[in-house]
């Protein structure tokens, strides 16, 4: 069992100081950095902070404001009681980030130990789990398949629903590397089709090496290949709509392709063959993936379905990839219990999956990552941009309209409890790559810069264009400003030889390294934020007779998100 790391009672003073402390700073958590200079967010700043700030050098920003464990703080000069206050009290209240060994690390130390010896390759998982898989989620999906697998034991449970299970690479460690019995459930079609093929690959890869006699791993001989499902999951549908969903797809009655290879016959077959396992319902943007375990052996390039599909790259999957269900098991209202899981959940989805996890009977456990804070719904804000809209569904699921933010009674209750959606987005930065850039005097740290001037000239023509949308400009960095404002400018539709006063553009310039304090300043609350909203999670599941932890899992400089919120129910 579960052990809490606080308290009820110190859960909900945690959560009091947290909100009053945001409350009293929303203005620096609030601003929006490309403001900088027509807000003049400088000057909202005190007097006395101003003067102590507006010297200090890149590196010193790093280990003076920003970093919790640096030991050695040198002032330049004396500060003032109050900006003390400020960052002690931000690093105090937010949970700790690092995680196990790599606690005390210096902001340096990028890169797990796993992949000291390959910068792409984790020394922990072999191959076959490795293929189509990036560097970042090697590392996630092994680390969370090994918790979620020990929270099967605790629960007796050998089945999980992997929801946002993208192109299923936490699918595959969890069904073939820890012999666990996986629903996986998925928005977008495109990436369930590409789940499914790779699960093809994996059975072929396996069959080649068992051949070999030099495998190390092979698939239990009792278990089936994770079954796919293509749904959108709606937020505001009961828990038995969403086992529903789940139980709602048929599996091929073929059964899946042998390891040695689907005929093209197969693989051209009906659109019905193709699609027996989806569920048709609307996409969102959630997706996640997968983990593994070692295994060394040869590579499984040279099977005929495995071309080169990147994973960012989505469009060039192979459509006609049939999907492989095999006898997975799928909770239903007479099935096993399972444990659920979620990794970088976006938006409401992880809130949906606790309040799943709390009142379906079946769900024994859960494991929590979540992202996207800024997706999340409010009182204030239900429809923030960027979350897709929820499609229109029969009356009998529209059951619940609770937000994703407040969970808990608690901090409902809480004068100061409210988050702007530019607070929630504010804490999906990485603050530990900032630190990197800052010790290291990148030259990236003049974009918001660059951000900043040009908003004051669109203004200039435009009064009415605030934060216009001008999507990243490749290597911005590397240009002088006012090249960068011509490509900006005619992103939003302004002439791109606008005349930009020369004598103006370098006043602004030489206000970067301020530029960069403030933006500092509201990334030191940005954890404080995170702490909030997951805080809230764990005072609902409370509230509800669950205890829960939230663990560090993943290395921070490396994933960024890296909280996973763990809970099983008490037996009995």
Not at 268 to 283: D, F, I, L, N
Not at 437 to 451: D, F, N, P
Request: hydrophobic share 35%.
């Amino acid at each position: 069992m579960l052990t809490p790391t606080l308290s009820a009672g110190q859960q909900r003073d945690l959560a009091e100081r947290l909100s009053a402390f945001l409350s009293h700073y929303s203005h620096v958590s609030d601003s929006y950095i490309i403001e900088f200079f027509t807000e003049d967010l400088w000057h909202t700043l005190p007097d006395t902070w101003q003067q102590v700030l507006q010297d200090l050098s890149y590196p010193q920003i790093a280990d003076l404001l920003l970093d919790a464990t640096h030991g050695d703080r040198r002032y330049p000069s004396v500060w003032p009681l109050s900006l003390l206050a400020f960052r002690a009290t931000a690093h105090a209240l937010a949970f700790p980030r690092e995680c196990g060994r790599e606690q005390g690390r210096t902001a340096s130390s990028v890169k797990p130990e796993e992949f000291q010896e390959n910068q792409s390759q984790s020394s922990l998982l072999g191959h076959i789990f490795r293929k189509h898989v990036k560097p970042k989620k090697q590392h996630e999906i092994r680390k969370l398949g090994m918790l979620v697998k020990r929270l099967c034991e605790q629960t007796d449970c050998s089945s999980v629903v992997d929801v946002g299970s993208g192109q299923g690479h936490l699918t595959r460690f969890l069904s073939f590397g820890l012999g666990l019995s996986v629903t996986a459930i998925e928005a977008d079609h495109t990436l369930v089709a590409m789940a499914s093929r790779f699960d093809q690959q994996l059975l072929w890869a396996l069959e080649k090496e068992k051949q070999k006699k030099s495998c190390s791993f092979l698939v239990p001989a009792s278990q089936s290949s994770p079954r796919h499902v293509a749904g959108w999951v709606n937020p505001k549908a009961s828990w038995e709509a969403f086992i529903k969903q789940l139980s709602a797809a048929d599996c091929v009655s073929e059964g899946s392709p042998t390891p040695s290879g689907p005929s093209k016959k197969k693989l051209r077959g009906s659109e019905h063959e193709r699609s027996a396992c989806v569920v048709q319902t609307p996409s969102c943007c959630a997706s996640t993936d997968s983990d593994s375990r070692s295994l060394d052996s040869e590579s499984t390039s040279q099977h005929p379905l495995n071309t080169s599909v990147e994973e960012s790259s989505a469009e060039n999957c192979c459509s006609c990839a049939q999907p492989v269900c095999q006898e997975a098991v799928c909770p239903q209202e007479n099935s096993p219990d399972f444990v659920l899981t979620g990794l970088h959940a976006c938006g409401d989805l992880s809130a949906t999956l606790l309040r799943h996890f709390v009142n379906c009977p079946h769900v024994r456990g859960i494991t929590s990552v979540a992202c996207c804070y800024m997706k999340i719904t409010t009182k204030e804000n239900p429809s923030p941009p960027g979350r897709v809209a929820a499609p229109q569904t029969s009356g009998q699921e529209e059951l619940h309209s609770e937000f994703g933010y407040p969970m808990s009674s608690w901090v409902q209750g809480l004068p100061e409890h409210q988050l702007s959606y530019k607070a929630r987005e504010g804490a999906c930065h990485a603050i530990e790559d900032y630190v990197r850039r800052l010790r290291e005097e990148s030259e990236l740290l003049k974009t918001h810069c660059y951000r900043a001037m040009l908003e004051t000239f669109i203004r200039d023509t435009r009064p009415d264009l605030r934060r216009a949308g001008i999507q990243t400009i490749k290597k911005a960095h590397l240009l002088p400003f006012t090249e960068y404002a011509r490509l900006g400018l005619a992103r939003v539709s302004l002439p791109p030889e606008m005349p930009l006063d020369p004598e103006r553009v370098e006043a602004m310039l030489r206000q970067q390294s301020r530029v960069v304090v403030y933006f500092s300043l509201s990334l030191l609350l940005a954890p404080v934020v995170e702490t909030l909203v997951l805080l809230d999670r764990m005072i609902y599941l409370q509230e509800n007779g669950v205890d829960s932890q939230l663990v560090p899992l993943f290395n921070p400089n490396f994933s960024p998100r890296n909280f996973v919120l763990v809970a099983l129910k008490p037996r009995g």
